[in-house]
């Protein structure tokens, strides 16, 4: 959440806050009653996934501010603290001083459906302006009642239902999963158990906030830490957008951290090499390892010296010859267009030899890059006798992605600091 406080707001003295991040709903009073009315916790989505085509990058902002004891929101009020660009908006008034829910967005960038609103949480499904990614937003306050917070899984469980591509779900959440989540030794050890059991049953995954183990304070002496705030995102999520990052920013005015969310389409590529086993079925490379292991070396002291000398030097002819190959994904790409630009004009009439063997040749590539493919995919999960078995599903692509976001190094610690 980024805060915007009254004293913080245009009006006010200008706008204090991140372009990055989903917003959580504030848990403490308002200090002044002047000031309930105003007083927000902001946050952003920022959003970077380009275009295939034209290879431009789009940073999409969300907002999605939990207002307190603020009833009414036309489009005077959204303007006194929103950015400029951020004209439609979504929103469920506040009960009191609990909930108060709103989401905006930049309509020249993203186009925004409501989906489903309920006192409890606002999804908005999105679909990008600039290419044809889509995906749903949930930013959600959990009631501490009881019976509210029954109210609130039947509700979220609805929408579940309801999505069916990316969804990513943020919000105050006024639960813990883990005991290590909260400083003080009480533990509810079963709204731990139910919390975790509604996250499996929909097969969400927890982004981790990196730089922050507890995401509120009661502000003591003898402070209660607990992590309310949290990012959950499905399978199709975790398959579209690779690189997806949380952190904490710095709160001046509230007691709840304020999260920042970033995320990609493009995996971060290790600077590790790795050799593909398919690379072997492709004549042009193996004459290049043959040229490039057989040639001269000047005299080495060892053996393990000149082994080393010639896998570096093989190394960088394969990368050489790599930079020259478009990706998989674009070559498999072409090959399915030209068999479905064939097999349409096959219905107008009578395809020529050459046009049929066209068609057949990028049928065959298409399988090949297909196989290879899921041998890649298959040693990038390392994954073995789970419950989906060790086929090449989305499963094994959503885990893949989450290990490699999780190898991420994203904080440096040294002497405490």
Same mark, same amino acid.
């Given at each position: ?17 991140? %372009?990055?991040?989903?917003?959580? !709903? #504030? ?17 952003? &989505? ?9 290879? /431009?990058?789009?940073?999409? @902002? ?20 929103? #950015?400029?660009?951020? @004209?439609?908006? &979504? ?35 999105? /679909? ?78 927890? &982004?981790? *906030? ?8 009661? @502000? ?5 830490? *607990? ?37 990609? !389409? ?17 004549? =042009? ?5 043959? /040229? ?25 002819? &394969? ?6 190959? #478009?990706?998989? %994904? ?15 004009? =096959? ?20 399988? %090949?890059?297909?196989?290879?493919? +899921? ?33 991420? *190094? ?6 405490? +600091?």
């Amino acid at each position: 959440m980024v805060t915007a406080a009254p004293h913080e707001l245009p009006g006010w003295g200008g706008w204090h806050g991140h %372009q990055s991040l989903m917003a959580h !709903r #504030p848990r403490s009073r308002p200090r002044h009653l002047h000031v309930a009315a105003y007083e927000a916790a902001t946050a952003f &989505i920022r959003g970077r996934y380009g275009a295939a085509s034209a290879g /431009q990058e789009v940073r999409d @902002k969300f907002k999605a501010p939990a207002l307190k004891s603020l009833q009414v929101v036309d489009k005077m009020k959204a303007a006194s603290f929103l #950015p400029a660009n951020h @004209k439609s908006f &979504i929103y469920m008034p506040a009960c009191g001083t609990a909930g108060g829910l709103l989401v905006a967005w930049d309509d020249s960038v993203l186009h925004g459906l409501e989906m489903a609103k309920h006192r409890f949480s606002i999804s908005v499904s999105f /679909q990008s302006r600039s290419n044809n990614d889509s995906f749903v937003l949930s930013t959600v306050y959990t009631p501490c009642d009881e019976e509210e917070r029954d109210d609130f899984f039947a509700v979220m469980t609805q929408t579940a239902k309801q999505v069916t591509g990316s969804w990513i779900i943020l919000g105050d959440f006024n639960m813990y999963r883990f005991p290590h989540e909260k400083s003080q030794r009480r533990k509810n050890w079963a709204l731990m158990d139910r919390f975790n059991s509604w996250i499996r049953e929909h097969a969400l995954d927890d &982004i981790d *906030i990196t730089n922050r183990s507890f995401t509120w304070s009661n @502000k003591r002496e003898e402070p209660t830490l *607990i992590k309310l705030d949290r990012v959950l995102v499905n399978a199709e999520w975790n398959l579209g957008f690779l690189n997806t990052t949380a952190a904490a920013l710095p709160a001046t005015t509230l007691d709840h951290v304020l999260i920042g969310v970033e995320l990609s !389409r493009e995996a971060i590529k290790s600077p590790l090499f790795r050799f593909e086993n398919h690379w072997l079925h492709i004549p =042009e490379l193996r004459d290049i390892i043959s /040229q490039s292991w057989g040639k001269g070396t000047r005299t080495f002291a060892s053996l393990s010296t000149l082994l080393n000398f010639k896998l570096r030097r093989l190394r960088a002819a &394969i990368r050489a010859w790599e930079r020259t190959k #478009p990706p998989t %994904q674009n070559t498999l790409a072409n090959c399915k267009h030209v068999v479905q630009y064939m097999d349409a004009v =096959e219905e107008r009439g009578h395809l020529p030899r050459i046009e049929v063997s066209l068609r057949n040749h990028a049928n065959l590539k298409a399988q %090949q890059l297909i196989l290879w493919q +899921t041998s890649f995919w298959k040693r990038r999960a390392k994954i073995r006798g789970c419950t989906l078995g060790d086929e090449n599903t989305r499963f094994f692509h959503a885990v893949a992605n989450c290990q490699h976001r999780r190898n991420k *190094i994203k904080l440096l610690v040294k002497d405490g +600091t």
